[in-house]
């Protein structure tokens, strides 16, 4: 594993151990050339994937790419990382033993859509308007009015006139 500090490729394991979910290998390693410490997870994959995009393109599946717009759709949002990871490792997991290696870029973005509406509603709202390119408010109503009324907060209070 190269170091990220100095490029060295003699990098070394100091600790090893399974992530909370058992979904990855978590390694401290160390750089006896620069003596940096960094860490690095490992995960079993099962097939590569390649995602077909819309307009036919065909790029390799990242997973990383996929955090990042979870990330994007949950910012600011309530929602513990470590179910954002589940969500990601289930779509991952859905993908890998679909028995295909192509995956359209429709089909991830389904799964997320999917993922999203039972995890955060705010979310789930931002990423479709993304993913479903919303041009006017009347498609942000329709989507909200899809989710219902599952807010389990109460209704805000009017503001006193004083």
Excluded at 130 to 147: H, K, P, Q, T, W
Aim: with cysteine.
């Amino acid at each position: 594993m190269r170091c990220p500090y100095c490029g060295s490729l003699d990098t070394q394991v100091k600790d090893s151990r399974p992530t909370d979910d058992a979904s990855a290998i978590r390694r401290r390693r160390v750089c006896p050339d620069c003596a940096g410490r960094f860490t690095t997870f490992e995960r079993v994959q099962l097939r590569e994937l390649t995602v077909i995009k819309k307009s036919g393109r065909r790029v390799p599946f990242d997973r990383d790419k996929l955090m990042r717009s979870l990330e994007i759709a949950l910012r600011k949002r309530p929602v513990d990382p470590e179910r954002v990871e589940r969500m990601v490792n289930g779509i991952v997991r859905q993908l890998e033993s679909s028995g295909d290696s192509d995956i359209t870029s429709d089909r991830i973005g389904e799964l997320v859509m999917e993922g999203l509406k039972a995890l955060d509603g705010v979310a789930y709202v931002r990423f479709a308007s993304v993913y479903m390119n919303f041009r006017d408010s009347s498609e942000f109503g329709a989507i909200v009015d899809e989710l219902g009324g599952d807010d389990p907060r109460p209704p805000a209070k009017p503001a006193s006139r004083g």
